[in-house]
DNA sequence: GCAGTCAAGAAAAACGTTTTTGGAGTTCGA
DNA sequence: TCGAACTCCAAAAACGTTTTTCTTGACTGC
C-alpha cells in the first residue's frame, strides 16, 4: 500500500495537467473528447478517488447531508425513513451524517454544530412522529427539509403522512366490508396523528351516512396494553360494534387480546384494522393483521430529493407535502355476522 | 449572516497569529496561560466554529467514523446498534457516517468507497444478524471494527453477543423454575446465532444432568408462523414439555398461538422464553415475555470505544469481544404444574 | 559579558482539490 | 495581413486549517 493516488499521479500519467484531470473527471471545462476520454482511462486504471475533504474545501460542496432524527431507537420506522434517505442519497453520490438528539435540545444543539463544522451541504430534520416542531435557529441559513414532522415556519419543506387519509382509507375498507358500527382504538396522546386520524374516521363515516357512537371511541396509551384497554372498554358498550379501527398496530396488538379475553374471533366475530404496518406485528399475528402501512421509506426518499433539488437548483419554492398511506390487507377483515 | 467566521478573523481580533489561535484552542504548542485563556474568550464570542474540512484536510483526521450495515430496515436492533455507537462517537467528538449494502456485493463497494474518499478515520462494519464475514479488501488498510459480525480474518477486532452464554441463562431460568422437559423451537438458518444458541442449551440441560429429548428440538424459519409451527409440532408429542425455549421473540410470539390453539395458558401450563426483548413485541405480548436481552447497544458503543482506541492509540491489538445476554424477566414463566 | 537555552509567538509550507487566469496556437473576418 | 475570437490546455491562486520552521528577546551558566 504505496501513497494514496492523487490528481497530481493521475496528471503525470497521463501527461497533462491538474486541471485537465480535474475538467476531465467532473465533466466541466473545454477539452476535447479525445483527452477526456484518455484522462478517465488513466485515471481508471491508477484506480484514482479524489478526496472528498479537499474537493469539498475548495467547492463548498461536501457532498454529504446531515440527518437530525430525535430518537433512532425504539421503532423500526426510523430505520424505514433512514433507509428511504439513504437509497436516495447512493443514487445522487451523497453520504448522509446521522447524529441523533434524543430530544434533548442542548445535546441537538452539539450535534447540529457537528455536522455545520463538517459543511453538510443540507439538513434532513427529522422526527419519529408525526408532530409540530420548532426549527432550530441554527439551521436558517442551511437547506433543511422536515421529515415527519411540520414548522409554524413555511420556509421550510417539509412531508409528513397523510393522517386523516389513512383513517379514512381503513375506515372505509370496514365500511365497504359491511360494518356500521366501528369503534375506534384512539391515542391519549396529543400529537398531530392523533387529531388527523380521529378527523378521518370522523369524515368517513359521515361521508357515509353512519352516526358516530362517542362512547366507541375509548383513548389509551398507544402501546399493547392500552390498546388492549380502550378495547376491552369499547367491547363492554351494550351495543357491541363488529369493528375496531386502531390508532397503530401495538394497539391493534391489544385489541387482539381484548377479543379473545371476551371470547371473540377475529374476523369472525371482530374486525380489526390497524395503522402502521410493523412487520413484526402485523404479520406475525394470528390472523394477519390488515393495515394501513405510513410512508417512512418514501418520506425519506422524497426528503432527500427535495433537499437535493434545493441545493443544487437555485430559489426552489418550500413545499409541503403529505404522502398517501396504502391498505396492506391481510386477513383480519370480514363482513359483519 | 455576514461571512463565516475563520481562524484568521479571530487571530485579528485577538491580535495574535493563526498559529497561536489554532494551539491555543487544540491545546497544542507552547503558550502561556494568559494567551491561551484570551484567544479562546475571543473564540468564544466570535462563536468561532472551525471547518473541519480543512482540518481534516491538513491533519488527515475528519473527525469521522463510517458505518456499515447490510440491512437497516426491518428490526428495531439496527437502530439499537447505531444509537449505542452515536452515543460513543457523540461523547469523542465523532460523527456517524452510515451507509447501506442492501447485501449487494457491489453497492458495498461503491459505499465503502464513498466512505473512504470522505477520509473517515476508521470503519464499524456492522451486520444485523450475528454471523460470519468476509471483509472487503478495501478495508486493508483502515482501521476496522466489525459488529454483531466475525470473520476468520482475526487481525479485526469484532464485538458479538454470547449466544452460548445467552442459551445457557435462559435455560437455567426455566430449569431454575423447576422444569425438566423443556423444548426448544429452533431457528432452521444456518447461522451462527443457531449454533451457538442450541449448544448453550445442550449444554444446560447436560449440566443439570437432564435428558435432551431430540424430538422436542424443532427448526423452523425464525419468525411467528414459523414459531407457531415448531411449537405445534413440539406440544404434539406425547409426552410434551412444561417449558419451551424459543431462538427468538417473534417465534416466542408464535409459541403464544400455538399454546393458545391447543388450550394451554401461558406461563400456568407452559412457560415460555425468548431472545431478543425485542420491546415491541416483548412487553406487548399477554403474559408479559420473559427474554434474554441481545446487547445491541453495548456492542455500538464497545465498538466505538475500541475503534477509536484503534485510531488514536498505535499498536493495539485486535480483541474478539463477546458480550454479556441479561435477562428481562416478565411474566411467562412459573413452576410447572 | 558572551555563547547557549529557552519561551512565546510569527511566518510560511502543506494538505489535495477546484477555479480563475493566462497563454500558445488556429481559424476567421475585413 | 492583422487583430479578434476561439480552442485547448497549463500555471497559479484559492479553500481554511495544522504543522514545521524561523525569529525575537530574555534568561542562564560561567
Not at 113 to 124: T, Y
Not at 259 to 276: E, F, Q
Amino acid at each position: 500500500m504505496s501513497k494514496r493516488v492523487g490528481i497530481r499521479d493521475v496528471a503525470d500519467a497521463a501527461g497533462v495537467s491538474m486541471t485537465t484531470v480535474s475538467h476531465a473527471l467532473s465533466g466541466g471545462g473545454v477539452l476535447s473528447d479525445r483527452t477526456r476520454e484518455h484522462v478517465r482511462r488513466v485515471a481508471r486504471e491508477l484506480n484514482y478517488a479524489p478526496n472528498r475533504l479537499a474537493s469539498g474545501l475548495r467547492s463548498q460542496r461536501s457532498q454529504t447531508i446531515g440527518f437530525v432524527s430525535d430518537e433512532i431507537s425504539t421503532t423500526p420506522f426510523a430505520g424505514r425513513v433512514v433507509l428511504g434517505a439513504q437509497d436516495g442519497a447512493s443514487e445522487r453520490d451523497l453520504v448522509l451524517m446521522i447524529v441523533n438528539t434524543n430530544a434533548d435540545d442542548a445535546l441537538e444543539g452539539r450535534e447540529i454544530g457537528a455536522l455545520l463544522q463538517r459543511q453538510v451541504d443540507g439538513i434532513l430534520f427529522a422526527r419519529m412522529y408525526h408532530q409540530e416542531v420548532e426549527v432550530p435557529a441554527s439551521l436558517a441559513g442551511v437547506p433543511t427539509v422536515l421529515v415527519d414532522a411540520e414548522s409554524a415556519d413555511k420556509r421550510f419543506s417539509s412531508v409528513v403522512p397523510d393522517e386523516f387519509g389513512a383513517a379514512v382509507t381503513a375506515t372505509e375498507h370496514l365500511i365497504g366490508a359491511g360494518h356500521r358500527r366501528i369503534g375506534y382504538v384512539c391515542n391519549q396522546d396529543d400529537i398531530l396523528a392523533t387529531a388527523g386520524r380521529l378527523r378521518g374516521f370522523r369524515a368517513a363515516m359521515a361521508a357515509h351516512g353512519l352516526p358516530v357512537d362517542e362512547s366507541l371511541i375509548v383513548s389509551a396509551t398507544p402501546d399493547g396494553p392500552g390498546g388492549r384497554r380502550a378495547a376491552l372498554r369499547i367491547l363492554e358498550a351494550s351495543d357491541a360494534p363488529t369493528a375496531l379501527f386502531c390508532f397503530n398496530d401495538r394497539m391493534a396488538l391489544g385489541a387482539y387480546q381484548a377479543a379473545a379475553l371476551n371470547g371473540l374471533s377475529v374476523p369472525g366475530d371482530l374486525s380489526i384494522v390497524g395503522v402502521d404496518n410493523l412487520e413484526i406485528i402485523a404479520a406475525d399475528l394470528l390472523p394477519g393483521l390488515t393495515t394501513v402501512a405510513l410512508p417512512h421509506y418514501e418520506m425519506g426518499r422524497w426528503a432527500i430529493d427535495r433537499l437535493h433539488r434545493q441545493i443544487v437548483g437555485d430559489g426552489i419554492e418550500p413545499v409541503q407535502q403529505e404522502l398517501v398511506c396504502p391498505l396492506i390487507e391481510r386477513d383480519s377483515v370480514a363482513p359483519p355476522r
